[in-house]
């Protein structure tokens, strides 16, 4: 009984003993999770994001748009982009966190927030309901209204044939004047992930 005790024991410590974790940067976390997985991974949203950007930033539409305008920072807003893809768990909330973010970091952009928007006037609303001091009422001021708007989605076709699978994601943006409701730049970005379940193992 001793002895299958002690076993028991060493078998759980080994177990145990077999688990390890170390912290990674975003690249060295990229290239591991490529081993286990071919989802759509974070440095997959980084990396679309920033070349989505540069198309842009560098399309000669946009350049003439902006010198027409005599715009630096044209005020842009934000649609959500769609997820097109079969997969319901997809990171779309991730692109559009991150586009958001980048637009903002790079400066060549001013962004318009329809949800700060609405809390603005909520907060106005509730200080001109008697709740505030009539000293301390904020009076409303003219909001600024986009000059563009960014609509975007993502799709994904995949190709499988004995355990190889191919997956091809499409994440596209659509830059509109809203007052012209014309298309003022285009940008699309592929990315292609192969797997082999062989090479897995299963």
């Known amino acids: 009984m001793k002895i299958l005790f002690i076993l028991t024991s060493l078998l759980i410590l080994n177990a145990c003993g077999s688990f390890q974790a170390k912290r990674v940067d975003a690249a060295e976390s990229d290239e591991k999770a ?118 975007g989605n993502v799709f994904m076709r995949p190709e499988t044939r004995k355990g190889k699978t191919i997956k091809e994601y499409a994440i596209n943006l659509r830059l509109t004047d809203i007052e012209r409701g014309v298309e003022v730049a285009r940008a699309r970005k592929n990315i292609y992930k192969y797997s082999d379940k062989n090479t897995w193992g299963f």
């Open 34 to 151: 490529l081993k286990i997985t071919d989802n759509w991974m974070s440095k997959d949203t980084t990396m679309v994001v920033e070349e989505l950007l540069n198309q842009i930033k560098t399309n000669p539409a946009y350049l003439n748009y902006k010198m027409e305008k005599g715009m630096k920072s044209p005020k842009v807003f934000v649609a959500e982009i769609q997820n097109l893809t079969a997969d319901a768990y997809f990171q779309i909330n991730d692109i559009n966190d991150e586009l958001l973010f980048r637009m903002s970091q790079t400066g060549e952009y001013t962004l318009v927030d329809e949800a700060k928007r609405d809390t603005i006037l909520k907060e106005i609303t509730y200080q001109n309901d008697g709740m505030v001091d009539p000293k301390e009422i904020k009076a409303i001021g003219k909001q600024a209204g986009a000059d563009l708007i960014i609509f």
